[in-house]
C-alpha cells in the first residue's frame, strides 16, 4: 500500500540551488581533468588516463546519486494510514509533547507514523523527515536518505581528489614558470577552484560527520545495525542507490525488538 502511495515530486527538480550544485559539479570536473590532470601529468600518459578515468567514475557518481536524490520521493504518509495503539509489533507510540494524544496533523488532516514529520516546504508531512535540503529542492525522508548520504559522501571523496591534484598541479606549474620566467595562463582557475574546494570539502565533512552521528533515541540499534538499516544488510551494495531494504516507513525497529541482553555500543 505504501508503494502505491510513493509519486516523485510535484513541483519542478530546477531552482537556483540546484543550478548552482549542476554548474559547480561541471566546473570542479572539468578543471580537474583538463587543467589539472593535463598540466601536472599529461592527460594522455599513463598516470593521467589512470586518474582522469577514476576522477571521471566519482563525478559519474556524484551526478547518478544527485540526480537520484533530487528525484526520489523521501515519502508520503498514506491517505488511509491509522495507528494501532493494540499492535504488539509495535511496542512504542510517539504523542505529543503537551497532552500525550497520538501525534496528528491538522494542515495534512491524518496522523503521523513514527519519526514522520511536516514539511512547511513541501506542504505535506513526509515519512522518517530528516531535513529539507534546498540544494536537492527536496526533502530528505526515509526513500531518499541512502542515496543522499551515499551523495555526500561520493562529493567529499571528489572534492579532496581534486584538491590534491590541484596541490600538485600548481607546484608543477609553480616550477615550469620559474624557468620560463612567466606567470601561470591558469591562475584564475586555481583560485577559483581553491575558492570552491576548500570550503565544500569542510561542509560537506560537517555533514558526512552529522549524518553519522549517534543519538540516544529508541531508534538507536547501534553503529552496525544504524548503518546497515540506512545501506543496506548487503555490504556490496552499500555505495549504489539501491533502496530495496527500506520497507513502508510506517514502522521502525527499536531497541525493544533487540534480543534481551543484546548491546547497542557494537
Not at 16 to 33: G, K
Amino acid at each position: 500500500m505504501a508503494a502505491a502511495d510513493k509519486a516523485k515530486p510535484s513541483k519542478t527538480m530546477l531552482s537556483l540551488p540546484v543550478s548552482v550544485v549542476v554548474l559547480a559539479i561541471a566546473y570542479i570536473y572539468f578543471s580537474t581533468v583538463f587543467v589539472f590532470i593535463d598540466r601536472w601529468l599529461g592527460l594522455f600518459s599513463s598516470p593521467g588516463i589512470m586518474n582522469a578515468a577514476v576522477f571521471s567514475a566519482l563525478a559519474a557518481a556524484c551526478a547518478l546519486t544527485y540526480r537520484a536524490a533530487i528525484s526520489t520521493d523521501p515519502g508520503r504518509v498514506p491517505a488511509t494510514y491509522m495507528p494501532d495503539v493494540e499492535d504488539a509489533e509495535s511496542p512504542i507510540h510517539e504523542i505529543k509533547r503537551k497532552g500525550g494524544d497520538l501525534r496528528y496533523c491538522q494542515k495534512c488532516s491524518h496522523y503521523k507514523p513514527p519519526r514522520a514529520h511536516h514539511c512547511r516546504v513541501c506542504k505535506r508531512c513526509v515519512l522518517r523527515m530528516d531535513h529539507h535540503c534546498i540544494w536537492i529542492n527536496n526533502c530528505v525522508g526515509h526513500a531518499n536518505y541512502k542515496v543522499f548520504f551515499i551523495f555526500v559522501l561520493y562529493a567529499v571523496i571528489a572534492c579532496i581528489y581534486s584538491l590534491v591534484l590541484l596541490v600538485g598541479s600548481l607546484a608543477s606549474d609553480s616550477i615550469q614558470d620559474e624557468e620560463k620566467n612567466g606567470r601561470s595562463s591558469f591562475r584564475t582557475v586555481y583560485v577559483v577552484s581553491g575558492l570552491l574546494l576548500v570550503p565544500l570539502s569542510i561542509a560537506l565533512c560537517v555533514l558526512l560527520e552529522k549524518g553519522g552521528s549517534i543519538y540516544k533515541h529508541p531508534y538507536d540499534l547501534g553503529p552496525y545495525e544504524n548503518l546497515t538499516f540506512v545501506l543496506g544488510p548487503n555490504i556490496l551494495s552499500w555505495l549504489w542507490p539501491t533502496a530495496n531494504h527500506i520497507g513502508s516507513g510506517l514502522r521502525y525497529r527499536t531497541i525493544y525488538d533487540l534480543p534481551k541482553g543484546a548491546s547497542t555500543s557494537k
